[in-house]
Every structure is written in structure tokens, then in C-alpha cells.
T-cell receptor, first 109, second 114 residues
């Protein structure tokens, strides 16, 4: 079965700094999803990547999928308090998503 | 982004009782999913549903669980006889066309079994 490993597990950065979260898959990815979750709340869809080398951006968040389709990264530029939360990557399987354990992001003012 | 509502937001029940969790997608999406997240653990897939049939289910989704879409809009997850280990956040998700399309999640129902 497919496993996703996220790193780091938690991250504390100062407001305004850039940061990167990584997601590594045990198998080739068909599709890779990024979500944001606030503690105890639902998952907010951020981006979906499907093609090797693909890169997508939304506001200050950029996600990339490597050429081999086994690793993805999420990069936040000039972090803000609103970026705080738990970031989850999810791998697409047959009619389901398999998630990583999440990366908890804290932004210090 | 399509809206998904879930009711109730929080349910407390005694062990052995039946619970029904509801999902109401405000859209015409065709694919429905249930996931759960035990406190401090990963989000886990339970079941996917399309055209009034289960299309995929995990080993967690045993005979205690069932899903249906009784009136063409609400999508329900029933747990027949709850156990302490069923305590978790349960998320409904929808997708327009299934694989290769975005999955949008509801806010979740927190189930507490005592």
C-alpha cells in the first residue's frame, strides 16, 4: 500500500520568512493533493498536481511535483499568521486519498 | 469551491448505540467519500460512493458501517453499534468526477463514544 511521509513534522517560523514542507511517496504518484487543516476543523483544498515537473501557485503558496512523481514540496513565501495550521499531502489512489501525517506550521509574530 | 455541510457538528453517544452522520453537498457532484481522523492521527479513508453504490472501501469499513444516499441529496454514514475506538472526526468529501478531480471536504462531525 502507498505511504506518504511528510517532513518536517512541525515547523516554527518567524512571520515574513519563507518555508518549505516536503511530501515523499513510497510509490509513483498518480495525483498529489495539498490541504490545509486548522485544529479540529475540516480540510481546505489548496492544490492538486498530476504531471511530473508540474508547479502550481495560489497567492503566496507554491506546490511542485518532481519529475519522477514521487516527491512534492509546498513552499510559502513571506509567511503570515494566516498561514498557520496543519498542512496535509494526499496521494490519489483508486477512488480514495491516502494522507501523510501532516506538518504543523506555527508562525511567530 | 463547492460547499459541503455536515450534521451534527458534534455527537456524543454511548457505546453500543447507533449513530447516523449526515453530509449535504451544495452542488451536483457525483462522487462521495467518508474519511475519519482519530485525534492526533492521520486522516484515513473509509469508503467511496458513486451512483448509489460503494466503489471502494477500506478494511476499517466493516459490517458495523453502512452508507446510503436515501433522498438523492443527503449522504449518510451509519455506525450500527458504536465502540469507544470509533471516537474520531468524520469528514465527508465530494468530487465532481472521481479520480483525477479535486476532493472537497466538509467541516466534519466530532463523534465521541462514552
Amino acid at each position: 500500500s502507498q505511504e506518504l511521509e511528510q517532513s518536517p513534522q512541525s515547523l516554527i517560523v518567524q512571520e515574513g520568512k519563507n518555508l518549505t514542507i516536503n511530501c515523499t511517496s513510497s510509490k509513483t504518484l498518480y495525483g498529489l493533493y495539498w490541504y490545509k487543516q486548522k485544529y479540529g476543523e475540516g480540510l481546505i483544498f489548496l492544490m492538486m498536481l498530476q504531471k511530473g515537473g508540474e508547479e502550481k501557485s495560489h497567492e503566496k503558496i507554491t506546490a511542485k511535483l518532481d519529475e519522477k512523481k514521487q516527491q512534492s514540496s509546498l513552499h510559502i513565501t513571506a509567511s503570515q499568521p494566516s498561514h498557520a495550521g496543519i498542512y496535509l499531502c494526499g496521494a490519489e489512489g483508486a477512488q480514495k486519498l491516502v494522507f501523510g501525517q501532516g506538518t504543523r506550521l506555527t508562525i511567530n509574530p | 469551491e463547492p460547499e459541503v455541510t455536515q450534521t451534527p457538528s458534534h455527537q456524543v453517544t454511548q457505546m453500543g448505540q447507533e449513530v447516523i452522520l449526515r453530509c449535504v453537498p451544495i452542488s451536483n457532484h457525483l462522487y462521495f467519500y467518508w474519511y475519519r481522523q482519530i485525534l492526533g492521527q492521520k486522516v484515513e479513508f473509509l469508503v467511496s460512493f458513486y451512483n448509489n453504490e460503494i466503489s471502494e472501501k477500506s478494511e476499517i469499513f466493516d459490517d458495523q458501517f453502512s452508507v446510503e444516499r436515501p433522498d438523492g441529496s443527503n449522504f449518510t454514514l451509519k455506525i450500527r453499534s458504536t465502540k469507544l475506538e470509533d471516537s474520531a472526526m468524520y469528514f465527508c468529501a465530494i468530487s465532481e468526477q472521481g479520480r483525477g478531480y479535486e476532493q472537497y471536504f466538509g467541516p466534519g462531525t466530532r463523534l465521541t463514544v462514552t
